[in-house]
């Protein structure tokens, strides 16, 4: 959007948010270049979606999915038109969860390693036809704050396993 702080930088530093005030605090630094949608929980605080352009922001409370375009409407209109895979993986992702209600980290693994219908899938796979530009899942993470638990599988979470990993002692 502007110069300023690169957004990776800040997303790191939203990181490190003691809880919900300093998550939006940390989000929302100023001196921020650009927006990002920072997806962030806390032990006994529920979840909030913080979603930023380089001078606005926008807290949506409580959980549900999130793509790669602004849910927030006054955010929307500032920003650029939603691809149409972005759409439909929100749509496939808010469908998933209204019928399965996944309650444990195995059916949350379960909803991301979805192909279903849509332009783009849940669990996007790189179209070999775009080369080093393919859209593709990076990772897959779920968490289990309140047990201490982290679960992460390289790329495509149809294709490779998801490891545990055990976060107790950490604030």
């Known amino acids: 959007d502007h110069i300023g702080v690169p957004r990776v930088l800040v997303s790191r530093h939203s990181l490190e948010a003691a809880d919900r005030d300093d998550a939006v605090r940390r989000a ?3 001196s921020r270049a650009g927006g990002y949608g ?3 929980a806390f032990r006994g605080e529920g979840s909030i979606t913080i979603e930023t352009t380089g ?3 926008a807290v ?4 549900g999915a ?4 602004y849910l927030d409407p006054r955010l929307a209109s500032l920003g650029v038109e939603p691809s149409e895979g972005s759409r439909s993986r929100l749509a496939r992702l808010d469908q998933l969860l209204a019928e399965r209600r996944p309650q444990t980290p195995d059916a949350v693994m379960d909803v991301l390693r979805d192909h279903g219908p849509g332009p783009e899938a849940i669990c996007l ?3 070999p036809a775009e080369g080093d530009e393919a859209s ?8 289990d704050l309140e047990a201490s638990r982290m679960w992460v599988a390289p790329g495509n979470p149809c294709q490779n396993d998801y490891v545990e990993i055990d976060l107790t002692g950490l604030a």
Do not use: C
């Open 28 to 30: 929302g630094t100023a």
């Open 66 to 69: 999130h793509t790669n375009h």
């Open 55 to 57: 001078k606005e922001l």
């Open 136 to 143: 593709a899942v990076m990772f897959s993470m779920v968490a």
């Open 38 to 40: 920072h997806v962030m």
């Open 60 to 63: 949506l409370d409580g959980p």
């Open 125 to 127: 796979h790189p179209d």
